[in-house]
């Protein structure tokens, strides 16, 4: 009778572990909650979620030890560009969602499970449609909203016509982290973009640039989609990645493509102020990750960190800045001390501080107002 009670014993723990464990990844289609909303992530390899596992791409994460650290899959890679959660994880789970968003190519993007929200989000994607060749497959803006239109479609056939537009209108927050990838994979690509530089001047780029994210931004709008947090370029040229090739020292920048940033960051606080202006009944949030993330990099150590300027998994040059994270990578002890997961990526330690300051912030990093305020209206 002991050993019954025994096995008896461990089967309710195993399956309390695997209720727990898998909640973020478990079948979403039974136990939805419309009050609760849904996130619809769009953007690039900063909240990519998995759509890359799916595309015969160069950019992928589905491979160790990416991943070493996110709880829901047990420590094993899903395709996000990290060791642990992404900025879009945190803030669904502090906003209060059950369910990550699931990625748009996953086999599992079906029925109820969308009404938590869906990724789009893809490794080298960017505003503009040319960003992110070099990985020879990748979802670019203008794909991640027609893939929005199909859902949104779905939504209708699930909710009703009526339904559907309260929820997105109301209960739906629409995030769009990408543009960094249109000056790192693209304008400022060492070799293939030299002849797009001396054709194109910066101003002439980045306006390419707002204009189409204009656009982008106004088909969601037609969509139905209210609630907007569009986060700025950081400021890339700190990442390891740039401080290697251009063998700066560990508290020097790459003053070039920080520029590029800063300018269109300018650009892009206008553009928002004019949607919120023009657009009747929506809310652009801005988010100053520029700002946030330098403001980390320059003061690490106030946060914990031990290093800004290190990938902790990478191989390549001073600080590890060349290969990306890999089976075959150096990896650091302590990946709670690094602001930088990869040669591109912040650790979730990072993500972390990041998300904390959108949710709860004030207006210096995130106006005209913070992400908790924006699920509230």
């Known amino acids: 009778m002991a050993v019954v009670k025994v096995r008896k014993l461990l089967a309710w723990v195993i399956l309390f572990v695997m209720m727990t464990s898998s909640s ?29 596992n799916y595309l015969p791409t160069l950019s992928k994460a589905n491979i160790r030890p990416n991943g070493i650290d996110f709880k829901a899959s047990g420590g094993n890679p899903t395709g996000r560009y990290t060791n642990g959660r992404t900025i879009a994880d945190i803030v669904g789970e502090e ?9 748009y ?34 979802l670019g803006m203008d794909v991640q909203v027609d893939y929005f239109n199909i859902t949104r479609k779905q939504i209708d056939k699930l909710l009703g016509a ?68 569009i986060g700025n370029v950081g400021p890339i040229g700190c990442i390891p990645y740039q401080k290697t090739i251009n063998q700066l020292n560990e ?9 590029l940033a800063i300018q269109y960051n300018g650009r892009l606080k206008d553009l928002l102020a004019q949607l919120n202006e023009n657009l009747p009944g929506a809310t652009f949030v801005l988010a100053n990750v520029y700002d946030l993330v330098l403001e980390v990099i320059t ?9 800004a300027s290190r990938a902790c998994c990478g191989n390549g040059g001073q600080f590890a800045g060349i290969i990306p994270c890999g089976p075959t990578s150096s990896m650091c002890q302590d990946r709670s001390k690094h602001v930088f997961w990869d040669p591109y990526h912040p650790s ?28 509230a209206l």
């Open 24 to 52: 973020y990844f478990g079948d979403a289609a039974d136990d939805h909650n419309e009050a609760l909303g849904a996130s619809f992530v769009f953007g690039d390899s900063l909240v990519d979620a998995g759509n890359n």
């Open 162 to 229: 009526s339904k559907a537009r309260d929820f997105l209108m109301k209960e739906s927050i629409f995030s769009i982290t990408i543009g960094a990838n249109d000056f790192l994979n693209n304008y400022l690509l060492p070799v293939l973009s030299v002849g797009a530089r001396i054709t194109e001047s910066p101003d002439a780029f980045v306006d390419g640039m707002i204009n189409h994210l204009r656009d982008q931004l106004t088909r969601l709008y037609r969509l139905d989609a209210r609630k907007f947090v």
């Open 299 to 307: 003061n690490y150590d106030k946060y914990g960190f031990t290093t």
């Open 251 to 259: 508290n020097e920048c790459v003053e070039l493509a920080n520029k």
């Open 348 to 375: 979730e330690a990072a993500n972390l501080i990041i998300a904390k300051q959108l949710l709860d912030g004030d207006r210096k990093y995130i106006s005209p107002m913070n992400l908790r305020r924006l699920r």
């Open 105 to 138: 190519l996953s086999p599992n993007s079906t029925g109820k499970a969308i009404l938590y929200g869906v990724n789009y989000g893809s490794g080298g994607g960017g505003v503009m449609n040319a960003t992110g060749r070099i990985f020879v497959n990748r």
């Open 95 to 103: 906003l209060g969602q059950p369910h990550y968003a699931v990625p």
